[in-house]
């Protein structure tokens, strides 16, 4: 991990250098404006991801109680000497801003220390090891939405108040007040309990040492059917809807009519013209919905009982192993912000207008709400 | 409204007059609780365990013999002071927010706005996880903690109104007669506000609802043995393929209020709404 860091910075180093070596004439302009940018927003990255680990330290400090609860003022053995020396040894007899430093120095190292749990581990480790669950599970989530979603809201579009475009309302309104985790509960009865096609919950099956390895596929992606199902429904409601809505906008420019005009095929115009431009607000919409599943991904994973990021979370907060919160909080707000980032790069990419006036955090949605 | 009456406008506010009904008909059964309940809520009773659904239980009873049906009446109350109040405190820090940000613009704009988008970022829901498993699970600390993290649309909505309406005749006018700055926001500028603001408002009270019943599932919201919707699922989990009536009513009111506060926002944004609907 370190590794990477490390590398990632000798290559910004790197090119950082390599402009500054060519002649200040002939240096090209959009480089020169492209690193300007990338500077302030790297800047503005930064100033975020420390606002939000300094609110969430003081939240969770500041909150009565205390992790050494637990074992101390809950257990008739341990007297107040007891719960001293365990603050001392999890460095909570500290002011609170020297711990925040000392935890900030240990972050710069990547290192967010050690649960506070029986088992001792290095935060880092026990994170890393329930990532790749949740991060697959969404990723699955966003790929499938997408490719739902957008046929879906095109199509609607196409024919405003017609059959599909009321069909597909009823089913958005339905699926934005459907709380997921009691749509699970149904497809749990009815898939699990009644006609038993599906496992209940859990990632892996009791048998599954002994299973193949097409036979192990076999068996997670029988477990995640539910899960991922469940997940995707949630946010198709959301993202078609917007499509649909983007969709519509753009149906009623100019530059269609023109198309329409000059005779191109109705298929040519939409799926060509119309939908080049509706797609792009739907990538900041992308990265706008990360922060909402993650947050899902507690109920999810608690729900199914599957050992990714959420239960880990769930977990800690319930036994207030302050490193490990402290930790998931970091890397929930690291991928959010990458969220956001990618969303506005891969918007400026897509877009040569959009490429002067970059900015974090759903610019693109408050410049829609605006217009 | 023209002649036709009610029928006219039963088929041209569809979503305003299916919404209204919906939400009407939980208010009412949230207010009229403590009367219509057949049952105590909280009252075990050991000779009526896991009934099904019978005249004298309409919803059956739970694992320790109380009615649900009781117990529903009561959870609907829940989800109406979590919606109202949670986005009371929303609309209200989003509205001084976006006034100010609107009106002042430049650097009390730019540091406002800015703090918008870090809320933004936010892991919103392990954070709200976190405050309110450390703060002991409350319906005060469930409403404050949901306020204090949804204002943010609340904000951009009304600076976007307030930058448009700062330039309006009427209220340079205001301006030139001498008004103070808090009277020309809150007399001029923030009732023409209003329209856009209650739509998110009635969205608003919608996702509160959700994200309350999500917590009390977890185990963190409202505690036992009171009961709120969110937390009688949770017997619909411990009782699954034995009781389906446990889960099936508590999530379908879930669902139908939420519907309901959509299909309102939706109905009232139509109807208010001066630019083109979508």
């Known amino acids: ?371 | 409204m023209r002649g036709a009456g009610l029928l006219y406008v039963l088929k041209s506010r569809t979503l305003l007059v299916l919404g209204a009904f919906l939400v009407g008909t939980m208010t009412a059964a949230a207010l009229a609780a403590p009367w219509a309940a057949p049952f105590d809520p909280l009252a075990i009773d050991p000779d009526a365990v896991l009934l099904e659904p019978s005249a004298l239980h309409p919803f059956g009873t739970d694992s320790l013999g109380r009615d649900v049906f009781a117990r529903m009446l009561h959870g609907a109350g829940v989800s109406l002071r979590v919606g109202l109040i949670s986005v009371g405190i929303s609309v209200s820090i989003g509205t001084t927010v976006g006034l100010l940000a609107g009106w002042f613009r430049g650097l009390v704009d730019e540091c406002l706005m800015r703090f918008v988008d870090v809320m933004l970022c936010f892991p919103t829901f392990f954070l709200i996880l976190a405050v309110i498993a450390f703060l002991e699970p409350s319906l005060t600390n469930i409403m404050v903690v949901i306020g204090l993290t949804s204002w943010m649309g609340a904000a951009r909505l009304v600076r976007a109104e307030t930058l448009s309406l700062r330039e309006r005749e009427f209220v340079q006018a205001a301006k030139l007669a001498g008004a103070g700055t808090a009277r020309i926001l809150f007399r001029h500028i923030l009732p023409n506000a209003a329209a856009p603001l209650l739509v998110s408002a009635t969205l608003g009270v919608a996702g509160a609802i959700l994200t309350e019943s999500g917590l009390s599932f977890l185990g963190i919201g409202v505690q036992y043995p009171f009961p709120s919707w969110g937390n009688i699922l949770i017997e619909g989990k411990e009782t699954l393929g034995v009781a389906w009536w446990l889960s099936l009513f508590p999530g379908l009111a879930i669902l139908l209020t939420v519907l309901g506060y959509n299909l309102l926002g939706e109905g009232l944004r139509d109807l208010l709404d001066r630019r083109a609907s979508r």
Request: charged share 15%; aromatic share 10%; with cysteine.
């Open chain 1, 1 to 371: 991990m370190t590794f990477w860091f490390g590398l990632a910075l000798a290559l910004i180093a790197l090119c950082a250098g390599l402009y500054l070596l060519l002649p200040a004439g002939r240096r090209p302009a959009a480089a020169a404006d492209l690193a300007g940018r990338l500077l302030r927003r790297g800047a503005w990255l930064f100033a975020v991801f420390m606002g939000i680990t300094l609110v969430c330290f003081l939240v969770i400090h500041l909150a009565p109680g205390s992790p050494t609860d637990m074992q101390t003022t809950l257990n008739p053995l341990a007297d107040a000497d007891a719960q001293r020396r365990l603050a001392e040894l999890y460095g909570l007899d500290k002011p609170l801003y020297e711990q925040y430093y000392l935890w900030l120095k240990r972050l710069a190292r990547l290192d967010f220390g050690v649960s506070m749990s029986s088992d001792s581990r290095p935060v880092m480790d026990k994170i890393l090891e329930r990532l790749p669950l949740t991060l697959g599970l969404n990723v699955t989530t966003l790929l499938l939405t997408l490719l739902l979603s957008i046929p879906i809201g095109v199509l609607a579009a196409r024919r405003r108040g017609g059959m599909f475009d009321k069909a597909t309302t009823l089913f958005v309104f339905l699926g934005f007040a459907m709380p997921g985790f009691w749509l699970a509960l149904l497809l749990m009865v009815t898939f699990s309990i009644d006609l038993r096609w599906l496992p209940l919950s859990g990632l892996t099956s009791v048998d599954y040492a002994s299973l193949s390895p097409t036979g192990k596929v076999l068996d997670v992606m029988s477990h995640l059917a539910l899960p991922i199902f469940v997940s995707t429904f949630g946010s198709l409601a959301g993202m078609s809807r917007f499509m649909r809505a983007s969709m519509l906008d753009v149906l009623q420019r100019d530059f269609i009519l023109t198309a329409r005009a000059k005779g191109l095929p109705e298929r040519r115009v939409l799926f060509r013209h119309a939908l080049a431009n509706a797609l792009l607000p739907m990538i900041t919409i992308l990265g706008l919905s990360v922060p909402g599943l993650i947050g899902g991904s507690v109920i999810l994973e608690y729900i199914f009982a599957l050992p990714g990021m959420g239960q880990l979370f769930y977990n800690a907060v319930m036994a207030r192993d302050y490193p490990l919160i402290m930790g998931n909080l970091v890397l929930g707000a690291v991928l959010t912000l990458a969220g956001n980032l990618t969303a506005d790069v891969a918007y400026g990419l897509a877009d040569p207008r959009i490429r002067a006036g970059l900015r974090i955090g759903g610019a693109g949605l408050r410049d829609t709400e605006e217009a």
